[in-house]
């Protein structure tokens, strides 16, 4: 195991609603990278956070947004639920951000289905 | 356009034999390129990261390679195992920080 947990498992939303995803990275490590990955596909980077600052984006709209507490654990929101909004959503955290040549390390991942 | 397709989409190989898998990508600048195992709903596990000046890493019975040039990376798999079975992705990182993810090679390690 990575250490690193999210939370829920898995969650179902309708259309229109709002959720937030949480993560807590493993001990030490204060960089946060979430992913969305759809079915049968590879994650797409959505944002990074590093010391609770952004630090880079993929290209995902701004409904959806995080946040890095000072305990380095993160949330994701996601803003007026769209069906393809439907994936698993994946936390990374790092020792530092890629820059520096950090090992991410996956937490096991949240499903969300949006109906 | 910053792609990263990963060939063969699928792969099949009897328990023991070696196997390759390609990447190639078109992110530009490039900053690193790292490879993931990924086993069925569990979330990805580095194997290698790779910068722009290494040609080659190994990792067990795993060993990357890279060619800036040519914008291509291989993963090949040594001896493979059952549990090698999984889908691996390359991803690649620009200079701006944003990751680009393949869609993967699922590998099937039959006895």
């Known amino acids: 195991e990575t250490g690193v947990t999210q939370s829920p498992t898995h969650l179902i939303k309708t259309r229109g609603q709002q959720v937030t995803l949480r993560c807590s990275s493993q001990?030490?490590?204060?960089?946060v990278s979430w992913y969305q990955q759809a079915l049968g596909q590879g994650p797409q980077f959505i944002f990074q956070?590093?010391?609770?600052?952004?630090?880079g984006r993929g290209n995902f709209p701004p409904r959806f947004s995080g946040l890095q507490f000072p305990n380095y654990s993160s949330e994701l929101n996601v803003n007026a639920l769209e069906l393809d909004d439907s994936a698993l959503y994946l936390c990374?955290?790092?020792?530092?951000?890629?820059?520096?040549?950090?090992?991410?390390?996956f937490g096991p991942g949240t499903r969300l289905l949006v109906l | 356009k910053n792609q990263v397709e990963q060939s063969p989409q699928s792969l099949i190989i009897l328990e023991g034999k070696n196997c390759t898998l390609q990447?190639?990508?078109?992110?530009?600048?490039?900053?690193?390129l790292r490879w993931y195992k990924q086993d069925t709903g569990r979330g990805p596990v580095s194997l290698t990261i790779?910068?722009?000046?290494?040609n080659t890493k190994s990792n067990g019975r795993y060993t990357a390679t890279l060619d800036a040039d040519t914008k291509q990376s291989s993963l090949h798999i040594t001896a493979s195992q059952l549990s090698d079975s999984a889908s691996y992705i390359c991803?690649?990182?620009?200079?701006?920080?944003?990751?680009?993810f393949g869609t993967g090679t699922s590998l099937t390690v039959i006895p």
């Open positions: 956070y590093y010391r609770e600052e952004e630090n």
């Open positions: 001990s030490g490590h204060n960089t």
């Open positions: 991803v690649v990182r620009n200079t701006g920080n944003q990751f680009y």
């Open positions: 990374a955290s790092s020792l530092a951000p890629q820059a520096m040549g950090g090992t991410q390390y």
């Open positions: 790779m910068t722009f000046s290494e």
């Open positions: 990447c190639n990508y078109t992110v530009s600048p490039f900053s690193n």
